[in-house]
């Protein structure tokens, strides 16, 4: 099968944008975790608003992924 290079490209961009956005939905993940299991207030808040950052991340990798299909 042959590809030409923006079906390529497309294919590739694709690909990373997948691998980040798992990869970042484990970190988001985990920093949920870190706040429950935190019991500083101080470092409680750092992990929930780490996550939340995390969170609008995904939607926009997820926002980038769909516009690329």
Do not use: H
């Amino acid at each position: 099968m042959q590809f030409n290079e923006s079906e390529k490209k497309k294919i590739f961009d694709e690909g990373f944008l997948t691998r980040s956005l798992i990869e970042t939905e484990v970190a988001m993940k985990k920093c949920l975790m870190y706040s429950e299991m935190a019991g500083d207030p101080g470092v409680k808040t750092f992990f929930k608003e780490q996550a939340k950052g995390l969170d609008d991340i995904v939607g926009y990798m997820k926002s980038s992924l769909a516009s690329l299909q």
